[in-house]
Every structure is written in structure tokens, then in C-alpha cells.
């Protein structure tokens, strides 16, 4: 085989392989996360919403019937703190 007849086959290979690869890149779907556990980590039966995390406190705001309040607590579980209204 001639040197310019393998490098030009070598060069045709080459951009196939990318342009299938780029292809199924763009076509094939990523996978979802997915959960793989839960606990629960407060029992006072409130309503909690507008959920935050810093890595080792969760952060919510708390509905009662008759207020709101902001509150954190351990994401390993616990008690729940209330923050202060200044």
C-alpha cells in the first residue's frame, strides 16, 4: 500500500471516529440521577418550604397556622433551631 493512500485511509478513520463519537454525544440521553436513600430528619409535623443546604445544616422556612419562621437543623437529624426575628 503507498504511503499517500495510507495516510489519506489513516486521515478518513480519524474523522469518522469524531464525527460518530460528537454524534452519539449529541444524540444519547444522560442518565438521571437517582435516590438511593432517605431518612427523616424532623418529626414536628410542620409545613417546611424554601429548603437550603450548606453541607451539614438544612435551612427552611416553617409554616404553622399561625406564623412562619426560619429554622435550621443538623442534616444528620435533631433538634430544630429557630432563628431570631431582630
Do not use: C
Request: charged share 15%; hydrophobic share 40%; net charge positive.
Amino acid at each position: 500500500m503507498p504511503r499517500r493512500t495510507f495516510s489519506s485511509l489513516f486521515y478518513v478513520v480519524v474523522v469518522l471516529l469524531a464525527v460518530g463519537s460528537w454524534w452519539l454525544w449529541l444524540h444519547l440521553a444522560p442518565v438521571p440521577p437517582r435516590i438511593t436513600g432517605s431518612s427523616q430528619i424532623t418529626h414536628d409535623g410542620l409545613v417546611k418550604t424554601n429548603l437550603a443546604s450548606d453541607g451539614s445544616n438544612l435551612y427552611f422556612t416553617e409554616l404553622s397556622e399561625k406564623s412562619s419562621s426560619i429554622s435550621k437543623v443538623a442534616t444528620t437529624g435533631g433538634d430544630v433551631s429557630k432563628f431570631q426575628a431582630t
